[in-house]
Structures are given as C-alpha cells and as structure tokens.
C-alpha cells in the first residue's frame, strides 16, 4: 500500500534504480485497484460491475515494434530471422529514461507469478502507471498467498509506461511505442502503448525462452481434462476457436492460452482468462459472457450504451474487443492448474478456403508439419484491409512469442508426442461447401461431436480414407455426423473449383514451409502436401 511501508517499498524499487517517486501503490487487491481506476478516470463502470477501458490508438498488440536484447547470450539462442534486434546500449539508455519518467509519479507494483508447476514457476514483478494495468495482469496471472509476499523474489521484471514516449534513434527503435526484451537482464520495458495484453505476452515470451533449456515445451494453446484424467491440448490462433471449445461444461479447464508441458505433465502459465468479446451472445458462450456481468472484470475497447450497458456487437472500436478475468470465473475450471500428459492434441485451424476436412487424424511427422506451418485464414472485417479470404502461417500457432528458432519447439513436442502416445488431430473450424463468401461456416454442433468423439476415443475405431492432397486420414463415416461434411470436395457444386482451390491451398503450405526444409529430417519433409497428389 502507499502509507504503510512506503520506506520499504521504496527500497525495493530502489534497487532497480527508481528514484523520487511520488508512491507507490503495492499488490493492491481487486476493490482498491477499481477505487484508484474509476478516481484517476482511467476507466468507467459497466453496468454489471465490469471496469471498461479504452486503450486509444492500440486495440491490439503492435509486433513490429517488439524487440530483443542482442547480446551474448541470446546470439545463438535467438531466432533473429523473425526478431528484431536491439543494441545492449540502446536499451540501457530506453531504460534509464524509463526511471527519469517515472520521477515525481505515483506506480502501481504487482508481485505475481507465472506458471503453475512449483518447478518451472517465474516469480514476476509487474510495474505500471495505469491502476487499471495492474488489475488486468494481477487477473492474468497467478497470484501469490499473502505470506508469500514478505519474501517475494522476483525473477522477472516488467515496467510498462502508456504515457512514455521513445524515440527512435535514441532508443534504437521504429516508432514512438516500444516492447523491449533483455533476457539477460531479465526486464521487459513498454511504453507507448495503452494496450494491456503486451504486459501478458511479455511473460509468455520469456518462458518461451526460458522454458526449452529446461525441456519444458511451452505452448501457444487452451487445456482440459475429462473424468477420466484424460487431458487435451488445443492449438490455435485467433478465430479457430480455441477458448470456445475448450470450454466445455463436461471437461475441467486447465486454461484458455498458455500452457508449458513438463516432465510430470502440462501446466497452465496463467492464472486467468483473455477472451475475445466480438458478438459475444449469453446463449452462444453463457460462461464467458457470465464473467463480463461481474466486479472485477476488466473489459477492452467495449461500447456502452447510456445505461452503461455493453453492445458487444459494436466493432466501432477494434474487431479486438476483450475481457480479462481470474480463472475462478469460470465453474468448472482447475483450482491447481496443473493436468497430466495429453491424450489428445488439437490443432484448430479456420480454412477460409473450403479445402480442408472438418477433422483429420495426424501422424507425429504430420503432427510437426502442421505445428510448424501454424496455418489459419483472415477474413473480410478481422483486420483493417482485409477484402478477400487471406492465408496465414504464424509457426508453432504463436510465432510473435517464439524468440527461439521454431524446430527447437518442434522437435521437443515431437518428442513428446512420441514418448507418452498422444493422438493428435486438425480439426477446420472455418469454411464448407465453398471459400468464404460462397460456403458456410462449419456447424459448431458437428464439430463438437467430432471433438467429443476424438477425446473419448471412439474416432479411433471408425472408417478413415487417406486425403489425396495433404495425405493425413480423414473418417468417412461417424456417428452424429453427416457423412457428406466429412468430404469437403463432395460439399462444393463444382469437384473442379475444389480441385483448383486445393492446389492453390497446397502451393500456399510448400511455399510457406520452405524456410524450415534445411531444419528437419526426410520424415517431416514427406509429410508435405503435394500437388502431384491433388485430386484429378
């Protein structure tokens, strides 16, 4: 708190070279942060007790200004190809004007932790100006016993200044909004932008660089686990549905987006959820529509009408409309965090192109093709310029958070994958009957059933044909299903448009994936797709 042990707190701060401050504000809990929020005008009050914050020119994360302390350590270690470089002396001066920014203000400190696994735990001091920040992130991630606080230690820093302002060639980077990462030094600086999900992503790319030293596979990716200890990984990047399915009131939730996978097991890194909000509807996801109802939700670039109540199908802001809220928001979630190896792995893609089946069974070869390409599709209304169905390969299903090279991450899920049997699945959640615009969206209801049929075990044991493009299995009949679903090419009006399509689809992962043929073996490179295998 600001009165109590202001000395001490100081000193702490002190420590890091933070010099006349103005107070701080220290671990405050849930009422205090809304009191401070609503008093500093930062954020105004939904009609459901949610706190609702406008982040201005950000509504979503800014990747190109994201960047990594090039220095000894992380020479050989980083995957510069798909990071941006910041010089150590640059990033000494970024920091020190830090400290003169924040002379003469009042800050907002969270000692939490990242990780649930008592092994691979990152204790991490997060430091705000925003009271608001501080909500946001002490609802992300996991939050200590009180006892626990006396003698906290952290490991990992995070200083985040909205107001600060850098300056390119001072500071070494592009624009007036900077993500700075000294993995050596263990600090993340960020400044310019109001947009609270950098300070989440700051600690997920860490561990992401932490992590595979230790054997500990982190994954971009949502986690549960059935009554019979049957847990199931789910990748996928924005718009599969990856939070949506799995969220199911039959299976327990580890959590919604980052998960490590261990010696004993997986293990969620955080301690909340960051749900996408946009035509969020009580009857369609009651659950997470239930946590933007409560205190202490923290809702992003929502739209209030003049009973302060939300209109979720408002865009007029960002498409990236969010809510942040404590796992405990959601009934059926883990109090521990913690699951055993996966039976199933899911890799949730959104063919906006019609090619690919509703499900699809993957060998481990496969498995790493399709977990290196990290294909989705954008369509028309997700991003500003965006008219027509657009491929997108994002490697590993998160590659803004993968500082390593990405076979690095590949080769140890291989590994697991092999050493504890896991099933592993693709499963299109986008479009059938045609690309977007002239087809449908695949049923929920079916791919729910699919699911539920692939995590109980029962897909195992029916009919699979082999798909003459990208060659995985594919069921032909099971039950629940229409069997028409399960043959895209039977569901367009036209075979050859389909076979056209395919191919496109087909070039699209070739050409992709040819930075990443010098890294794997002959057996990852047969599992390509290949156009000479196209349906005639």
Same mark, same amino acid.
């Given at each position: 708190m600001k009165q109590n042990g202001i000395f001490n707190q100081q000193t702490k701060l002190a420590d890091l070279g933070f010099e006349e401050l103005d107070g701080i504000y220290w671990n405050l809990n849930e009422p205090e942060l809304y009191q401070e929020s609503l008093c500093r005008g930062e954020t105004s009050l939904a009609a459901g007790g949610a706190m609702v914050? =406008?982040?201005?020119?950000? &509504?979503?994360?800014? #990747?190109?200004? +994201? %960047?990594?302390?090039?220095?000894?350590?992380?020479?050989?270690? =980083?995957?510069?190809?798909? &990071?941006?470089?910041? #010089?150590?002396? +640059? %990033?000494?001066?970024?920091?020190?004007?830090?400290?003169?920014?924040?002379?003469?203000?009042?800050?907002?400190?969270?000692?939490?932790?990242?990780?649930?696994?008592?092994?691979?735990?990152?204790?991490?001091?997060?430091?705000?100006?925003f009271a608001w920040h501080s909500l946001f992130i002490r609802n992300l991630l996991i939050t200590p016993e009180r006892s626990e606080l006396e003698t906290f230690l952290p490991e990992f820093t995070i200083i985040d200044f909205p107001n600060f302002r850098a300056h390119p060639e001072r500071h070494g980077c592009r624009t007036e909004t900077v993500i700075a990462c000294d993995f050596t030094r263990k600090i993340v600086l960020i400044g310019g932008t109001s947009y609270a999900g950098e300070i989440k992503?700051?600690?997920?790319?860490?561990?992401?660089?932490?992590?595979?030293?230790?054997?500990?596979?982190?994954?971009?990716?949502?986690?549960?686990?059935?009554?019979?200890?049957?847990?199931?990984?789910?990748?996928g990047l924005s718009g599969t549905g990856k939070t949506t399915l799995s969220a199911d009131p039959d299976r327990i939730l580890i959590g919604d987006d980052e998960h490590g996978w261990g010696e004993d097991g997986i293990f969620n890194f955080e301690g909340g959820c960051y749900a996408k909000t946009i035509n969020l509807s009580k009857e369609a996801e009651p659950e997470i529509y239930a946590t933007t109802q409560r205190f202490g939700t923290v809702l992003e670039n929502v739209v209030l009408d003049e009973e302060s109540r939300v209109d979720f199908n408002d865009c007029s802001l960002t498409e990236n409309t969010r809510c942040a809220y404590p796992l405990h928001f959601i009934a059926n979630a883990s109090e521990s965090g913690i699951a055993p190896h996966p039976r199933n792995i899911i890799m949730l893609t959104a063919d906006a192109f019609g090619v690919l089946p509703p499900i699809s069974r993957l060998s481990p070869a496969q498995a790493m093709y399709h977990f290196l390409s990290g294909y989705t599709a954008k369509v028309a209304g997700t991003e500003k310029g965006v008219t027509e169905p657009e491929a997108t390969f994002s490697t590993c299903f998160g590659a803004p958070f993968m500082p390593r090279h990405p076979s690095e991450y590949g080769n140890l899920l291989r590994y697991l994958i092999a050493r504890h049997d896991v099933k592993c699945w693709l499963v299109n959640t986008g479009w059938t009957g045609g690309t977007y615009g002239v087809g449908s969206r695949m049923p929920i209801k079916a791919t729910r059933a699919m699911l539920s049929a692939a995590l109980d075990?029962?897909?195992?044991?029916?009919?699979?044909?082999?798909?003459?493009?990208?060659?995985?299995?594919?069921p032909v009949s099971m039950a629940g299903v229409d069997d028409s679903i399960l043959d895209p090419r039977s569901t367009w009006?036209?075979?050859?448009?389909?076979?056209?399509?395919?191919?496109?689809?087909?070039?699209m992962f070739a050409s992709n994936f040819a930075k990443f043929e010098s890294y794997v073996d002959n057996e990852i490179l047969g599992a390509a797709p290949m156009i000479r295998m196209a349906a005639e």
């Amino acid at each position: 708190m600001k009165q109590n042990g202001i000395f001490n707190q100081q000193t702490k701060l002190a420590d890091l070279g933070f010099e006349e401050l103005d107070g701080i504000y220290w671990n405050l809990n849930e009422p205090e942060l809304y009191q401070e929020s609503l008093c500093r005008g930062e954020t105004s009050l939904a009609a459901g007790g949610a706190m609702v914050a =406008v982040t201005g020119q950000h &509504t979503g994360r800014s #990747a190109e200004d +994201k %960047f990594v302390v090039r220095d000894n350590i992380t020479e050989e270690t =980083v995957w510069w190809d798909n &990071t941006k470089a910041m #010089a150590p002396g +640059k %990033f000494e001066i970024l920091f020190q004007d830090f400290l003169d920014h924040a002379k003469g203000r009042e800050l907002f400190v969270q000692d939490l932790v990242g990780g649930a696994d008592e092994e691979n735990r990152l204790p991490t001091r997060v430091i705000t100006e925003f009271a608001w920040h501080s909500l946001f992130i002490r609802n992300l991630l996991i939050t200590p016993e009180r006892s626990e606080l006396e003698t906290f230690l952290p490991e990992f820093t995070i200083i985040d200044f909205p107001n600060f302002r850098a300056h390119p060639e001072r500071h070494g980077c592009r624009t007036e909004t900077v993500i700075a990462c000294d993995f050596t030094r263990k600090i993340v600086l960020i400044g310019g932008t109001s947009y609270a999900g950098e300070i989440k992503k700051s600690v997920f790319s860490f561990l992401n660089f932490l992590l595979p030293a230790k054997n500990v596979m982190p994954m971009h990716c949502s986690a549960n686990i059935g009554s019979d200890d049957d847990a199931a990984v789910f990748f996928g990047l924005s718009g599969t549905g990856k939070t949506t399915l799995s969220a199911d009131p039959d299976r327990i939730l580890i959590g919604d987006d980052e998960h490590g996978w261990g010696e004993d097991g997986i293990f969620n890194f955080e301690g909340g959820c960051y749900a996408k909000t946009i035509n969020l509807s009580k009857e369609a996801e009651p659950e997470i529509y239930a946590t933007t109802q409560r205190f202490g939700t923290v809702l992003e670039n929502v739209v209030l009408d003049e009973e302060s109540r939300v209109d979720f199908n408002d865009c007029s802001l960002t498409e990236n409309t969010r809510c942040a809220y404590p796992l405990h928001f959601i009934a059926n979630a883990s109090e521990s965090g913690i699951a055993p190896h996966p039976r199933n792995i899911i890799m949730l893609t959104a063919d906006a192109f019609g090619v690919l089946p509703p499900i699809s069974r993957l060998s481990p070869a496969q498995a790493m093709y399709h977990f290196l390409s990290g294909y989705t599709a954008k369509v028309a209304g997700t991003e500003k310029g965006v008219t027509e169905p657009e491929a997108t390969f994002s490697t590993c299903f998160g590659a803004p958070f993968m500082p390593r090279h990405p076979s690095e991450y590949g080769n140890l899920l291989r590994y697991l994958i092999a050493r504890h049997d896991v099933k592993c699945w693709l499963v299109n959640t986008g479009w059938t009957g045609g690309t977007y615009g002239v087809g449908s969206r695949m049923p929920i209801k079916a791919t729910r059933a699919m699911l539920s049929a692939a995590l109980d075990g029962s897909l195992n044991n029916v009919e699979f044909r082999t798909d003459p493009n990208f060659g995985f299995e594919v069921p032909v009949s099971m039950a629940g299903v229409d069997d028409s679903i399960l043959d895209p090419r039977s569901t367009w009006d036209n075979g050859q448009a389909y076979d056209e399509q395919a191919r496109g689809l087909v070039e699209m992962f070739a050409s992709n994936f040819a930075k990443f043929e010098s890294y794997v073996d002959n057996e990852i490179l047969g599992a390509a797709p290949m156009i000479r295998m196209a349906a005639e």
